[in-house]
């Protein structure tokens, strides 16, 4: 029999056993508890994650466009161009909460003539929906800075994704701010994701 703890850290994981043979377990256990629950994290700044610059995200430039996003708190970080690019090739800016494996792309695109934004929200929405026949839509939304905005749950078959999508349109340049995490995960990130993608900046027209 055994006392388990596991604690779980952005880049590392712990177990922690404490055990002994079944018919000596009642008059070890409570010893064996107390060592498990005396674990403690290792001392000093957390190692960086590969793909992650170090440090808190705080206020983020485009690389490839004058917008700006901010973090919503010193949880979140930015994924460097290169990381994002292997998991998204539009993805212009990442930033993730790794801890609550919740992140938020921007991503945009030029068109020959100027789309409408609402236009945009349901062509983006018919995409999703032919994409998957599963996935929940809500209303469309006003949202900060001339932004149009939805909600969408999106099923798959190992998990279900929440999404909060924001899209501002400036000149013939059409930027989409997606933030999503894991439904089971999405709660307790659910705030945070809304004013990370409600802080875009667009750049001017």
Do not use: C
Request: net charge negative; hydrophobic share 40%.
């Amino acid at each position: 029999e055994a006392w388990t703890g596991v604690v779980s850290v952005p880049g590392h994981s712990y177990q922690i056993i404490g055990m002994a043979q079944q018919a000596g377990f009642a008059a070890s256990s409570s010893e064996l508890r107390a060592m498990v629950e005396s674990f403690r994290l290792p001392e000093g700044p957390p190692q960086a994650l590969a793909g992650v610059v170090p440090g808190p995200a705080g206020r983020v430039l485009g690389v490839a466009a004058n917008y700006a996003i901010t973090a919503p708190s010193e949880r979140w970080q930015l994924r460097t161009a290169e990381a994002a690019h292997v998991d998204n090739p539009s993805a212009d800016r990442w930033l993730t909460r790794p801890d609550r494996d919740a992140h938020v792309v921007v991503a945009f695109e030029d068109t020959a003539e100027p789309v409408p934004i609402a236009a945009l929200a349901a062509t983006l929405q018919e995409l999703m929906r032919g994409n998957n026949s599963a996935v929940e839509l809500g209303p469309v939304q006003p949202g900060p800075r001339g932004s149009l905005g939805f909600h969408a749950t999106v099923p798959a078959e190992k998990m279900t994704i929440e999404f909060e999508y924001r899209l501002h349109v400036v000149d013939r340049r059409s930027f989409q701010v997606v933030g999503f995490a894991r439904k089971e995960l999405y709660p307790s990130v659910a705030e945070e994701l809304r004013q990370a993608v409600d802080s875009f900046e667009p750049p001017a027209p």
